[in-house]
């Protein structure tokens, strides 16, 4: 099966032996590609190779309910994809900081067919939460906030061109990160003033290296913009309500949802119905309206079927939403035992489990 490059994926099996336009060998016939030969080829500009087949999921496997169909989506082609872009972004971070510039086609070489993938991804939910990580960093935020970003911009009623333009603003939203200094960039105290002056002008200085790089000035804007709050409190230039471009909000909105994921400590997971609670708050007067009702609105609906902790001790699965108190579910716990936690004020939801 002939495949393009940026269409691998690790364990994929080369049919051939593969050589680069100058014709020096590159990989042997029979190799089980690893990250770094995907890499390899992309840095010797081959285009397409021969690999054997993937093996279909079989149809029995989902239906028995060992496997769904986005499931086995996910774990078979999102989930190496990310972590793909992952290493992508490593290499376009180290180009800017390097040279004070990147080179736009590698960020639609590795970005869009991993956003071409998430179209097909329905539960968004099970997704965003298979695709947090331990080994949180610069990398894997910046894409987690492009992947939630061309969510938020397809429930808004965007053409799939702007979803991807929104989308590969939020995956170079924090690209000025990498001109902050590590020893600001990785401190575990609180900043000191001068620092966290510092830290801020990584806005401005992914605005320049967007501009150096011969991008969109749209996609520059988003990584001027993305820290600016409607009411005037964010940086760098304290913009309003109005002022603001459109999809930097979703951006933002993107950011500070993935931001207080991160936030979870591995004794306390953070419960993402208190996640969409806070962003619920943060509308009115922070983040822009529309961005964080659409967040909420296509969120909650992947909350049905979902197993979850109580913080009385059971665990139960959330069978219906309540529209008059959307962050307070009926759970089934056992049986034909339910709590609605509309009634119940007492009970809450510690934890969504996957």
Not at 122 to 143: A, F, P, Q
Request: hydrophobic share 35%; proline share 4%; net charge negative.
């Amino acid at each position: 099966m002939k495949v393009s490059v940026v269409n691998l994926q690790q364990g994929d099996r080369l049919l051939q032996d593969t050589f680069n336009s100058s014709g020096l060998h590159i990989l042997r016939k029979g190799a089980v590609l690893k990250p770094e030969d995907i890499d390899l080829l992309l840095q010797h500009r081959v285009d397409y190779v021969e690999i054997e087949s993937a093996p279909e999921v079989k149809a029995e496997e989902a239906a028995s309910g060992l496997l769904s169909d986005d499931e086995a989506h996910a774990e078979k082609v999102i989930k190496p994809r990310f972590d793909f872009t992952v290493r992508n972004y490593q290499s376009v971070f180290l180009d800017a900081l390097v040279n004070g510039r990147f080179h736009p086609s590698r960020i639609d070489n590795a970005f869009l067919p991993l956003v071409n993938e998430l179209a097909l991804h329905k539960d968004v939910v099970r997704l965003l939460l298979m695709l947090e990580r331990d080994d949180v960093n610069n990398y894997t935020h910046s894409i987690q906030v492009g992947t939630l970003s061309y969510y938020i911009a397809s429930w808004l009623g965007y053409t799939e061109e702007e979803c991807y333009q929104i989308s590969k603003g939020g995956y170079l939203h924090d690209i000025g990160k990498c001109k902050v200094p590590l020893r600001i960039r990785y401190k575990e105290e609180a900043l000191t003033p001068d620092e966290w002056k510092e830290y801020r002008k990584h806005t401005v200085r992914g605005y320049d290296l967007i501009q150096n790089s011969k991008m969109d000035q749209t996609t520059a804007l988003i990584a001027l913009q993305h820290h600016e709050r409607e009411d005037g409190s964010g940086y760098p230039n304290q913009m309003m309500k109005g002022e603001i471009h459109p999809f930097a909000e979703i951006v933002a909105v993107a950011d500070e949802y993935i931001s207080m994921r991160e936030k979870s400590e591995p004794d306390k997971p953070n419960n993402l119905m208190a996640n969409l609670k806070e962003m619920y708050t943060l509308s009115f007067g922070k983040l822009s309206e529309k961005p964080v009702h659409a967040l909420i609105q296509h969120m909650l609906p992947n909350f049905i079927g979902k197993k979850v902790q109580l913080s009385n001790g059971e665990q139960g699965v959330i069978v219906l939403n309540n529209l008059s108190d959307m962050f307070r579910p009926l759970v089934k716990v056992d049986g034909n035992v339910y709590r609605d936690l509309s009634k119940n004020r007492s009970l809450e939801i510690e934890e969504v489990l996957l």
